[in-house]
């Protein structure tokens, strides 16, 4: 078995004299004879037996305490579940299942004394036949051959290093002798198979068993123990899901020692070396919640410390698997889109790959296990690269050749006129994507990355969180820990503000150009604009919201007060400090995360209450002990913190917006009117949002770089953000009824519009009239001193010029 897949643990303190005391029985059987067998100077290979006996007597005295083998407690890990308990994370050191040697089927225990230790119940640890047979071999030939028995694996596995060292090798015999004194040779084996590593985060045959073929163990066959069998040597080498042809080998020669050890007839043999064995097609953990899992395990660790990782505890979150694979497939396929539209940006790396088909096999496997799969995206290495066709090979061994249909994305880099970076040759880390008529094609991982969340606003439950493109790539969760400018999405908040100062959504308000000059804000001159450029004169709040309009929302946050509004979204709760009381709050020039809009566009949702998100419903132990229970609060008067009219009067505004304004696509494509959001793109189209929601569902989406740049010129939340949140909605809502909100008390419909009720009859603000020195096209704005220091503070000298949509 391969050292380097061992895991080592510290050693235990030295026995006492009368410990040593105890094996006298070492000195009689084994440092005795060798020390005769060198004093009648036998020659040649027992002389290097006489140094070995010496070195003994002097590192058996050091050896760590093995009593606590006998009470060996695995550790259990932390699992994590989804509400319909499908098991979405696993944390901790190992991903086991413990079972007693009794539990352990005698087929995979002949398969593994076959190939590990045939004669391990005649040996007493340290098998001297196998020792003298292995120096032989590796006298004789360039490649070692190793002599390891299982005891001496249980040794290293507990007690020693990883490093390869002669004294390393002379302290795993002693171990190995000293643990045999004291187990039984079944009690060791039970150990050897329960803590060896065994690939994919699977310790134990057990948990392998389930992770490769997604059986328990006690129904292994003679040919799938072979194949498990083959593992402990290097288990990413002969990983029989990511190298079949490798390990294939490998478990037919596992099968053929089976046979010649007798632990299997000749038929049964052939019928083994027939059989097709079948793979777990999916993986155990599901991917699509890596996110989820990693969240709740944040959580766990918080409330139990280290412990959690140890003592096998279980969570269950809120996370529906229906709706939490619909996100996750919506969000990479809107990145993916994203990414196609961009340049070729060269290979991932480059590989030195050697002339001996044999070794270049070898190095593709280890060299693209630094590059892992991201699901269907797939690494391969390039072995052959000609102008108009490449072979690659995968991690699994197979070979592909790409002509020019699948060549479109890399333009001229398989030519000389390719940059040194962009070119592909041979040892390229290349990305292949196969099509769904088996075609494949180089694409590249995209550089870009989102996030989407889904809870319920009338529990705060979450019902799915995505954090990123790929959580093995990037673990940094942008649902809760990335904090952007939310652009245009965060206007619905200032109107919110506005209804209460007496606006209506018939309230008329000028979209004309606003100019701040030089000696108004102390610096360059501010001219925001419309997304669009353009300007279309007065227009009622409903059609400004619905088309974005970036002129109207400053008007409004002007009329309203920027301290005004600035406490007002902390009903939403949003933090103040992270929104400046200045007027560039009207175009979402904050702060925020996903996950503070979802739970504030939740307010809107379920009429005007404040619910906190909430992932962890109940967790127990391995046992399934209850240890905690969450339940979400009901709605009730104390969690309100907006009118239940505000909350339906900027429903119908948000719902303008889906039916004819920036998201028009959204009721166009889902076919249904209940559906409310908005759209946001902010300066420089740097970050795309879109958040949205129905009845019991609110969605939010966000796309952009990690190290805030331009998307494109033509890049917007509605072209963005919005397509995955309508993939979302389309598994989410398939047959929910459409639930439209019912009119609260206080509001009044006059000629199909919404106002409140003391504000119908002239009380409220019918118009926002011109500003001082304003003219009927445009004039220099007055502004005040305190949104003059927001102006620089949040842009600095160089005041935007683009508006947000």
């Known amino acids: 078995m391969s050292d380097s897949e061992q895991q080592a643990s510290p050693p235990a303190p030295a026995p006492d004299r009368t410990q040593r005391a105890q094996h006298a029985w070492w000195w009689t059987w084994i440092l005795k004879p060798l020390l005769v067998l060198c004093g009648l100077g036998v020659a040649g290979v027992f002389a290097g037996l006489c140094l070995a006996a010496i070195g003994l007597a002097v590192a058996y005295p050091n050896l760590p305490e093995v009593t606590g083998l006998a009470d060996y407690q695995p550790k259990m890990p932390l699992r994590v579940y989804s509400s ?35 004669r391990f119940y005649k040996h007493g640890g340290v098998d001297y036949v196998g020792v003298i047979r292995a120096g032989l071999a590796n006298f004789g030939e360039s490649r070692s051959q190793g002599a390891s028995t299982i005891t001496m694996q249980v040794a290293r596995n507990f007690y020693l290093p990883t490093e390869k060292t002669f004294t390393r090798k002379i302290y795993e015999i002693l171990l190995a002798l000293k643990i045999e004194s004291l187990l039984s040779k079944d009690q060791i084996l039970e150990l050897y198979m329960n803590q060896i590593y065994l690939g994919q985060r699977a310790y134990g045959f057990a948990a392998a068993s389930d992770t490769y073929f997604g059986k328990p163990l006690k129904d292994i066959s003679v040919a799938e123990a072979a194949m498990l069998a083959g593992l402990p040597k290097a288990p990413s080498a002969y990983n029989p899901v990511r190298n079949p042809k490798r390990a294939t080998i490998r478990q037919q020669y596992i099968i053929d020692r089976m046979y010649e050890n007798g632990f299997i007839n000749a038929d049964q043999r052939e019928e083994a070396k027939a059989e097709v064995l079948h793979y777990r097609t999916k993986a155990p953990i599901a991917i699509e919640a890596a996110y989820v899992a990693e969240a709740a395990r944040l959580l766990m660790h918080e409330q139990y410390g280290a412990d959690a990782y140890t003592r096998g505890i279980n969570a269950y979150t809120s996370v529906n698997m229906t709706e939490q694979v619909a996100a996750y497939k919506a969000l990479r396929k809107g990145l993916l889109d994203f990414d196609r539209r961009q340049a070729w940006r060269g290979p991932e790396a480059y590989v030195d790959l050697p002339d001996d088909p044999h070794q270049m096999d070898v190095r593709i ?3 693209l296990e630094d590059h892992p799969d991201s699901e269907d995206i797939r690494a391969a290495i390039v072995t052959r690269a000609e102008p108009k066709q490449l072979v690659a090979v995968l991690q699994s061994g197979e070979q592909l050749i790409i002509g020019p249909e699948g060549l479109k994305l890399v333009g001229n880099a398989l030519t000389e006129k390719a940059t040194p970076k962009q070119q592909i040759r041979r040892g390229a880390v290349i990305r292949v994507l196969k099509d769904k008529d088996d075609r494949w094609s180089v694409v590249q991982l995209p550089q870009v990355e989102g996030a989407f969340v889904s809870l319920d606003p009338q529990t705060g439950l979450i019902r799915a969180l995505v954090g990123g493109f790929d959580f093995d790539r990037n673990k940094f969760n942008h649902v809760t820990q990335a904090w952007r400018q939310p652009g245009s999405s965060f206007k619905p908040f200032i109107y919110s503000s506005a209804l209460e100062k007496g606006f209506t959504p018939a309230t008329v308000v000028n979209d004309a150009p606003l100019f701040f000059d030089a000696g108004t804000t102390g610096s360059q001159a501010w001219e925001p604009k419309n997304y669009d450029g353009k300007f279309e004169g007065p227009m009622t709040l409903r059609r400004g919201l619905a088309k974005s309009k970036n002129m109207i929302s400053i008007r409004v946050l002007r009329s309203v007060g920027a301290k005004y509004a600035q406490d007002w979204i902390t009903r939403f709760g949003f933090e103040a400090d992270k929104h400046p009381a200045y007027l560039t709050m009207a175009l979402g020039a904050g702060s925020v995360t996903p996950l503070q809009m979802a739970g504030a566009y939740a307010v809107f949702a379920n009429g005007g209450y404040r619910v906190n998100p909430q992932l962890v419903l109940k967790v127990t132990d391995n046992r399934g002990h209850t240890l905690a229970n969450y339940r979400p609060t009901p709605l009730d008067e104390s969690m309100r913190t907006i009118d239940a009219r505000n909350a339906f009067v900027m429903s119908s505004l948000l719902q303008e917006v889906t039916r004819s304004g ?40 966000w796309i952009g770089h990690d190290q805030p740049r331009k998307l494109g010129d033509k890049e917007t939340g509605g072209g963005l953000a919005l397509p995955v949140w309508i993939d979302f909605m389309t598994t989410a809502l398939r047959n929910v009824p459409v639930e439209e909100p019912t009119p609260p008390e206080g509001v009044v419909n006059i000629g199909g519009e919404w106002f409140y009720e003391e504000y119908t009859s002239g009380t409220g603000v019918r118009e926002l009239g011109p500003e001082a020195g304003e003219g009927a096209h445009s004039a220099p704005a007055a502004t005040t ?13 160089k005041p935007p010029h683009g508006g947000t949509h």
């Open 365 to 367: 496997a280890e060299a």
């Open 84 to 118: 319909e308990q499908v098991l979405i994370g696993e944390f901790g050191e190992e991903r086991r299942q413990f079972l007693p040697i009794a539990e352990i089927p005698k087929v995979m225990r002949d398969a593994v004394l076959a190939i590990e230790d045939a």
């Open 785 to 797: 001193d305190a949104e003059k220091k927001g102006i620089l503070d949040l842009f600095g000298d």
């Open 662 to 701: 920036t998201a028009a696509r959204a009721q166009a494509t889902l076919k249904r009117p209940d559906l409310y959001g908005k759209t946001g793109t902010t300066n420089d189209s740097m970050d795309a949002w879109f958040a949205g929601y129905t009845a019991h569902n609110v969605a939010v989406v």
